[in-house]
């Protein structure tokens, strides 16, 4: 369990903010980046993303408005010096930071993390983890409650691929009764499980019907 009263501090008193994760992403990644942009976006907030890699063909339905910006070709390092907060999602690993390793070390401002994996790593940062949560994409939609941000449908559809992706769609064991109560929530505010299914599972232009989460 996080206590996230300094995520809120943070949040509240710093208005520019850049998002990251993992390089090769998977639903819980991107999913998680996009629902805190969603997030800190409808508190107000400048919210970028600059991240090491491009977005996977079977995961590009999640960014319609191509909101992720792939480091050295969308945005470059330099345009981040304005950053007063820096957001690593779904990783507290340099092995898994890519290219963004380097940025992230030279960052002068706040660095934060907000993930669920066991790592020896800190990042130099301030950590919100749980390594209980079944997905990153959990913690996001905790942190937006403690802020007091309504869910709306475009933090409840990632944010819902983040939770379906990394429990092998409700099937792996880290699945619990807390994981379906969650998920419902993110379908009252407007993720459509059908829809979302269809977008990753069966539209891959490759057809590749696998299962992209990991837990």
Known sequence: MIDWQRFVEI??????????????P???????????????ESLGKDVI?????AVPPNLQFLDPRRRLARL????????LQDRQVLVILDTSAWAQLGAMSEVIRGFQGLKVV???????DELGAELFKDVDAEAAGRLVVEAADQLGAALTPEIARPAFVALATDTGWF???STSAET????????DAGAVPD???KELYENDSHGRLRLIGRA
């Not at 050295?72 to 345009?79: H, L, N, P, S």
């Not at 907000?114 to 020896?120: F, K």
Request: net charge negative; with cysteine.
């Open 171 to 173: 099937r792996f064991a």
């Open 114 to 120: 907000v993930d669920h994996h066991l790592s020896g």
């Open 26 to 40: 998977d639903g819980d990644a991107l999913g998680s980046e996009l629902a805190m942009l969603a997030i800190l």
């Open 11 to 24: 949040v509240r008193s710093h208005e520019r903010f850049v998002l990251t994760t993992h390089i090769r």
């Open 49 to 53: 993303t600059c991240n090491a890699f």
């Open 72 to 79: 050295g070709e969308d945005i470059a390092a330099e345009q």
């Open 195 to 197: 829809q979302l299914y």
């Open 180 to 187: 379906l109560r969650l998920a419902a929530r993110l379908i």
